[in-house]
């Protein structure tokens, strides 16, 4: 099957395999391995430094779900563009790599990790941008027209994820949304907030990557992908609520809750009909009859 794959596809298969694994690794405790701040960082950290890992490790599994989605259900039009953010995605990574350095020369991360993130991350740049020289797919859809259930609803998580990207970009969103013990903010989640971004920024765009460049089918079908998504968020959020500021948790559930209805009405959004009108009644219809 693999030899039958396009170059695009392969190099999907690939990057969604890489995400995949350093997801896991950022999870670290959470599914019995090494703790992301020590692997990374090589210093321990709090609650708040895990719960900064965990959600960039469930941002980097998403991305993989995401990359091998395209690769095996895409078009070539999703291939190319999911290459495409692929390329962009690691622009940003190689901007965080950049600022954090390795310790060998005074940086913030462990010097074999930066080595080896760097070389992966240089790598999947390199052969997205010379996949991407067989050129990109055409944008078929106006991002903005909500011509369906499908359509609208996708626009919906969209619009929701963007708004909290936003809120990274122009809030101190760790000090609004977490509880900060007295002692200060635990050292190294800023420094996990720059790979946190990384990820769930392209979470967002591949969001709007489907919606331009997706048929209708492609649309529900990664829909329902992303549900997992969703469900795996509200978990995260459940299993940290003593470490969050209780009003934030709350417009969390809602959010969340209602991006989880979206994704399930776009992915049902062929099966899900609009009633039909029924005949007028008769007295109103001989009424009109009769003028």
Same mark, same amino acid.
């Given at each position: 099957? &693999?030899?039958?794959?396009? @170059?695009g596809?392969?190099?999907?298969?690939? =990057?969604?395999?890489?995400?995949?694994? =350093?997801?896991?690794? *950022?999870?670290?405790p959470? #599914?019995?391995?090494?703790?992301?701040?020590?692997?990374? /960082?090589?210093?321990?950290?709090?609650?708040?430094?895990?719960?900064?890992?965990?959600?960039?490790?469930?941002?980097?599994?998403?991305?993989?779900?995401?990359?091998?989605?395209?690769?095996?259900?895409?078009?070539?039009?999703?291939v190319?563009?999911?290459?495409?953010s692929?390329? &962009?995605?690691?622009a940003?990574?190689?901007?965080? &790599?950049?600022? $954090?350095?390795?310790?060998?020369?005074?940086?913030a991360?462990?010097?074999?990790e930066?080595?080896?993130?760097?070389?992966?991350?240089?790598?999947?740049?390199?052969?997205?941008?010379?996949?991407?020289?067989?050129?990109?797919g055409? #944008?078929?859809?106006?991002?903005?027209?909500?011509?369906?259930?499908?359509?609208g609803?996708?626009?919906?998580?969209f619009?929701?994820?963007?708004?909290?990207?936003?809120? *990274?970009?122009?809030?101190?969103?760790?000090? $609004?949304?977490?509880? !900060?013990?007295?002692?200060?903010?635990?050292?190294?989640?800023?420094p996990?907030?720059?790979?946190?971004?990384?990820?769930?920024?392209? !979470?967002?765009?591949?969001?709007? +990557? !489907?919606?331009a460049?997706?048929?209708? @089918?492609?649309?529900? $079908? *990664?829909?329902?992908?992303r549900?997992?998504?969703? +469900?795996?968020?509200?978990? /995260?959020m459940?299993?940290?609520?003593?470490?969050? !500021?209780?009003?934030? +948790?709350?417009?969390?559930?809602?959010?969340?809750s209602?991006?989880?209805?979206?994704?399930?009405?776009?992915? &049902?959004?062929d @099966?899900?009909?609009?009633a039909?009108?029924?005949?007028k009644?008769?007295?109103?219809?001989?009424?009109? @009859?009769?003028?």
């Amino acid at each position: 099957m &693999f030899d039958k794959m396009s @170059k695009g596809q392969k190099a999907l298969t690939a =990057y969604g395999l890489l995400f995949i694994a =350093y997801g896991a690794m *950022f999870l670290g405790p959470m #599914i019995g391995l090494p703790g992301a701040d020590e692997k990374f /960082f090589g210093k321990k950290g709090g609650a708040m430094t895990q719960s900064a890992a965990a959600w960039t490790g469930l941002g980097a599994l998403v991305l993989g779900l995401d990359n091998i989605w395209a690769a095996q259900k895409g078009s070539k039009n999703i291939v190319s563009w999911f290459v495409a953010s692929n390329a &962009f995605g690691c622009a940003m990574r190689l901007g965080a &790599f950049a600022c $954090q350095g390795s310790t060998a020369w005074g940086g913030a991360l462990v010097a074999a990790e930066y080595t080896q993130g760097l070389v992966i991350t240089l790598s999947i740049f390199v052969t997205a941008k010379w996949c991407m020289l067989d050129g990109l797919g055409k #944008i078929k859809n106006p991002i903005m027209s909500c011509d369906s259930l499908t359509h609208g609803s996708l626009l919906f998580v969209f619009f929701f994820y963007s708004a909290y990207m936003m809120m *990274f970009f122009f809030t101190d969103f760790v000090s $609004q949304q977490y509880v !900060v013990p007295k002692s200060g903010l635990e050292p190294l989640v800023r420094p996990f907030m720059a790979w946190n971004m990384s990820m769930w920024l392209f !979470v967002t765009a591949n969001i709007a +990557l !489907v919606l331009a460049a997706g048929s209708a @089918k492609e649309q529900r $079908q *990664f829909a329902l992908v992303r549900t997992t998504c969703v +469900l795996a968020s509200l978990y /995260f959020m459940h299993s940290e609520a003593a470490l969050a !500021v209780p009003a934030e +948790l709350t417009k969390g559930y809602v959010g969340q809750s209602l991006a989880l209805v979206a994704l399930l009405a776009a992915g &049902f959004g062929d @099966k899900i009909k609009p009633a039909k009108k029924g005949k007028k009644a008769p007295a109103k219809a001989a009424s009109k @009859k009769r003028r």
